[in-house]
């Protein structure tokens, strides 16, 4: 038999009462973490001045997806000073972005942020839409939480918020333990948050105040209870205090979606922290990649290789060093098997003694040494990496023309396991180069470069490269 009623997880006939505890509360704590995003709503802004809010609430929400708000700050500040409107923005291109992104992490979110304003601007009239609806559907990477925050938070319209903070406040104020994932669940809360921005005239601060307050009050665990601006109708609140439900009315009424709280909690009154229902962790895969730092020098001339990532995907138009991907885990940490066909993809000629196919007449160009430089470990939100590194020296040069030419065309030498694709054997060159399947006038980045050791560090890399780059750094800056 259900042990309570459907309407536990309704927010009901104290909705007033909540909103306005919410709206004093908010303004309390409105300035309390100093985000410069965070305005005022403007309720005389032309047209255009709130879709200029609508700009900077985008970026915000974009890069605080998986991210510290105190981390987001300074990156948030550099990108309003670069792009100061969606123009700006649309008329970058992504290596730009990224840089401005790097060290944030997942940077698939700058490629959608570029991608989104190029489609404002080409194809929307230069402004974000003006409502919910319109933006979740025409906008790339938008969703129904993150157009509501900024339909919301912009326009000062009544559509609701859903994020993992929220849900979590949510799920305790209505004391749902229920399968996260499931439809039906997903629904309560929804609606719950809907009932709470209803007809509310500052819809924007509303929904701050839910995603404040879970974020920084309704925290996972250690909730802070006691200056609760809602506890007086948190439900999970009055179970944790032993304090009495009204009798179920009809057995018809009755919950069938509340899953028992785990039997922990069974001897007492279950804490706040027993909502929402807690769910299994999907295990993230391992995988090992082969990176190696290929260096060639010349006296005091030190120069490195990186090659372009593929412009979708993880990591998507970031450098990294010549990686073979995914080998097998029994790799030994010392070979460097990889590295001929990754050379072999990358420049016009191979180095000599690196194969016993390689011309003997090489241009004096040779593999000087190899050295293993030991593993790096990089946790993405799915996957933990492993990079098995190898710093490999080149010496030797062409005519003197400095660090060995790279083929003009290079592909990413892992698309066709490791033969570099359709090389014609031009000279390479270190600056950008046109791509004819981009457009006009459009500057294509290169596809693999040779940057001076001082420049490493400054090139469009992510964090796993810069680990990598210290490890090597450690062997001859000791
Ligand atoms: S009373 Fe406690 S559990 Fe309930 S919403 Fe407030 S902080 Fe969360």
Request: proline residues 7%; contains cysteine; aromatic residues 6%.
């Amino acid at each position: 038999m259900p042990a309570h009623s459907t309407s536990r997880h309704v927010i009901g006939e104290h909705r007033n009462a909540m909103q306005s505890a919410l709206l004093v509360w908010f303004e309390g704590v409105r300035t309390a973490r100093n985000m410069p995003w965070r305005k005022p709503f403007d309720g005389h802004a032309t047209p255009a001045g709130r879709a200029q809010r609508a700009y900077e609430v985008w970026v915000s929400e974009i890069m605080l997806q998986q991210t510290q708000v105190a981390t987001v700050i300074p990156y948030f500040n550099r990108w309003m000073e670069s792009f100061p409107t969606v123009k700006d923005l649309a008329a970058s291109d992504i290596d730009t972005v990224n840089q401005l992104w790097k060290g944030l992490g997942y940077y698939s979110r700058a490629a959608r942020l570029l991608a989104g304003a190029k489609k404002v601007v080409e194809e929307l009239g230069g402004r974000l839409p003006d409502n919910a609806r319109d933006m979740q559907a025409s906008m790339p990477g938008i969703g129904r939480y993150t157009a509501g925050a900024i339909c919301s938070i912009a326009y000062n319209e009544q559509v609701p918020v859903l994020d993992g903070n929220v849900t979590r406040l949510l799920s305790r104020i209505l004391a749902l333990h229920a399968p996260p994932k499931a439809k039906a669940t997903t629904e309560i809360l929804w609606d719950g948050a809907e009932a709470l921005v209803k007809d509310c005239d500052r819809a924007g601060e509303l929904n701050q105040s839910l995603i404040e307050l879970g974020s920084t009050v309704c925290k996972p665990r250690d909730p802070a209870c006691g200056g609760c601006p809602v506890k007086a109708w948190c439900q999970a609140y009055r179970i944790a205090h032993n304090k009495p439900e009204a009798d179920l009315a009809d057995i018809e009424d009755g919950c069938t979606l509340c899953a028992p709280v785990p039997l922990e909690h069974a001897a007492r009154a279950p804490p706040v922290t027993a909502y929402p229902m807690k769910t299994e962790r999907k295990k993230q895969r391992e995988e090992l990649d082969m990176v190696h730092v290929v260096e060639w020098r010349r006296e005091s001339e030190r120069w490195f290789l990186l090659v372009r990532r593929p412009d979708a995907g993880l990591l998507a138009g970031l450098y990294e060093f010549p990686t073979q991907p995914n080998i097998s885990v029994d790799e030994p940490a010392a070979s460097a098997p990889h590295l001929l066909p990754l050379l072999a993809g990358l420049l016009i000629r191979v180095p000599d003694g690196l194969s016993a196919k390689a011309p003997k007449d090489a241009a004096g160009l040779r593999l000087a040494k190899t050295y293993s430089a030991g593993d790096v470990k990089h946790v993405f939100s799915h996957i933990i990496k492993t990079y098995r590194v190898v710093w490999a020296v080149l010496e030797g040069d062409e005519e003197g023309e400095g660090p060995p030419a790279l083929k003009l065309e290079v592909q990413d030498p892992r698309e066709n396991g490791g033969q570099g694709g359709k090389a014609k054997g031009k000279k390479g060159k270190v600056g950008p180069v046109k791509d004819a399947s981009r457009k006009d006038g459009e500057e294509t980045p290169p596809s693999a470069m040779w940057v001076r050791l001082a420049d490493v560090e400054h090139a469009n890399v992510g964090t796993g490269v810069m680990k990598i780059w210290k490890l090597v750094r450690a062997l001859w800056d000791e």
